[in-house]
């Protein structure tokens, strides 16, 4: 059965980092898309950050879904290709969120249950 589990969430203050790690098991990253969203109460779940699992050197850039991140949030994986990961520097009180990774395979979505991420001071 495929799991996303994902670790990092927490507490910092504005200007701050957190690295989000969400590990999949029981499906490979080859033919996958790899994606991190986040929801706020009342907001749909919005695409933060996605990238190719082949790991080709291909990263998808979906900048007009949210400027807000560009250049603070980078998306990678681990060579084992079991864990992929969101690194989130400089935040913001507005990247509050609960976070969420989601694998998309062959037309499949697959979550995590999300991880809270609070920014303030």
């Known amino acids: 059965q495929v799991q996303l589990v994902e670790s990092g969430g927490g507490l910092v203050q504005p200007g701050g980092s957190l690295r989000l790690s969400c590990k999949v098991s029981?499906?490979?990253?080859?033919?996958?898309?790899l994606s991190w969203y986040r929801q706020t109460p009342g907001k749909q779940r919005e695409l933060v950050a996605s990238?190719?699992?082949?790991?080709?050197?291909?990263?998808?850039?979906?900048?007009d879904s949210v400027d807000s991140v560009k250049g603070r949030f980078t998306i990678s994986m681990n060579n084992a290709k079991d864990t992929f990961y969101l690194q989130m520097d400089n935040l913001v009180p507005e990247d509050t969120a609960i976070y969420y990774c989601?694998?998309?395979?062959?037309?499949?979505?697959?979550w995590g249950p999300g991880t809270q991420v609070t920014v303030s001071a």
């Open positions: 989601n694998l998309q395979e062959s037309g499949v979505n697959y």
């Open positions: 029981e499906i490979s990253f080859d033919l996958a898309i």
């Open positions: 990238m190719l699992g082949g790991g080709r050197g291909m990263r998808l850039d979906f900048a």
